[in-house]
């Protein structure tokens, strides 16, 4: 459900048709079908926005000439398309005639006035799990990512969010694929050696004694711990047996999981991520309750569960639908402080483009994730 949904009865104009740009031919096909129909069972007749489907055929070029096909039509809204390369093609079309999209993908650099990006992005996980980390004492930061794209992108979320919070700035590195890799950048972000150093030095010398009391006072030095490391928030964002080796190594090199708190992606909800490995580590990800009843309406009507991706359809639809009941789409209208509350939670669309959520934040263990934070239900709490 959208928060300030249409009031009954409420008129359409005959200008707030809307197009759904979406691959329906093409490899990709069957994702663009799952989400044409999510968008089709948000705008249900007669009391909601003609829905238009386009076919991008999954290419930024066929992206494009939907989007103008669109525009020639006059709709008064875009939702789609799927990628941040269609998103490329289609933004400086539907700008030039003033018609505001709500884009599926979650590349923030394809965000900009009248164009939103409603994929949840790694700056959007990042800021909440600062928030909560940092209600909880935790200031200083460090990350130790895979060199991806993705591991650069959650980093450089953890470096805008830190900054923005008036933060130090995180400590961060990152690794390549193999073990040997892994285990020289945990060692190296531990500072293992400096931490370690002047203990294991003050042990030779009293072994070095050859004396009763030189072993003795050795054996009571090997037993006393080492200072802590530099932080005491951890950001991860490996799966797999990656991260089950980041999971051993972490106490390997005196990295106190109980005073380091562990926070990582939202892919973490999945169990095939491998994260049962991580317990007691943080994730920010939407409170899958609330898309309970889309999964009932899609179960009702397709007789299958929608996919993950089906969430962002339903909600650009819903959203359209909400404004339509209120005048023209419009950056205003799109924008307004409220916002909106889909089946992945609030969601805020600010003027520049930029898209506020509100996740929940989630513990792992043993029988599952649990969540320590609800998700907010408007702008407060975000993390932004």
């Known amino acids: 459900m959208v928060l300030g949904g249409p009031a009954a009865g409420a008129a359409i104009r005959s ?9 329906l031919s093409g490899p990709r096909a069957d994702i663009g079908q799952a989400m044409l129909q999510a968008a089709q069972l948000a705008l249900p007749a007669p009391d909601s926005p003609p829905l238009s489907p386009k076919d ?17 039509e006059g709709v008064g809204m875009i939702i789609g398309p799927l990628t941040s390369a269609e998103t490329a093609a289609v933004a400086p079309i539907a700008r030039s005639a003033g018609v505001p999209v709500l884009a599926f993908t979650n ?13 949840i992005t790694p700056g959007q996980q990042v800021r909440r799990l600062l928030a909560a980390a940092q209600a909880q004492g935790k200031t200083q930061f460090a990350a130790l990512l895979p060199d991806t794209e993705f591991g650069h992108a959650m980093g450089d979320a953890l470096v805008r969010a830190t900054a923005a919070a008036g933060l ?4 961060i590195r990152t690794h390549a694929k193999g073990m040997a890799a892994i285990n020289a950048a945990t060692r190296d972000l531990s500072g293992y050696a400096n931490r370690r150093g002047p203990i294991e030095a003050k042990i030779k010398a009293a072994r070095a004694l050859g004396t009763s009391e030189g072993r003795r006072e050795a054996q009571e030095l090997a037993r006393s711990p080492i200072p802590p490391p530099s932080f005491n928030a951890l950001l991860l964002a490996d799966t797999g047996e990656e991260l089950a080796e980041i999971g051993a190594l972490l106490p390997y090199y005196d990295i106190d999981r109980g005073a380091v708190q562990v926070i990582g992606p939202a892919i973490w909800a999945s169990p ?40 962002l359809a339903f909600d650009a639809a819903s959203i359209a639908r909400v404004v339509a009941t209120q005048g023209p789409y419009s950056v205003g209208a799109l924008s307004q402080p409220a916002g909106f509350l889909g089946v992945d939670g609030w969601i805020g669309l600010l003027p520049d483009g930029q898209v506020r959520r509100g996740l929940a934040v989630f513990r792992i263990e043993r029988g599952g994730p649990t969540m320590i934070e609800p998700a907010p239900q408007n702008a407060g709490g975000t993390g932004s």
């Open 15 to 23: 200008d707030h048709r809307v197009a759904i740009l979406l691959p």
């Open 107 to 119: 590349d923030p650099a394809q965000a900009q006035p009248g164009v939103w990006t409603l994929g």
């Open 272 to 311: 095939a991520s491998g994260s049962g490995s991580m317990t007691g580590a943080w994730y920010a990800a939407p409170d899958p309750a609330a898309r309970a009843g889309l999964e009932q309406g899609y179960m009702a009507k397709y007789n299958t569960q929608p996919s993950p991706l089906a969430d």
């Open 168 to 171: 130090p700035t995180p400590d």
């Open 56 to 72: 991008t055929r999954g290419t930024p070029d066929g992206a494009a000439a939907a989007a103008q096909q669109a525009v020639a």
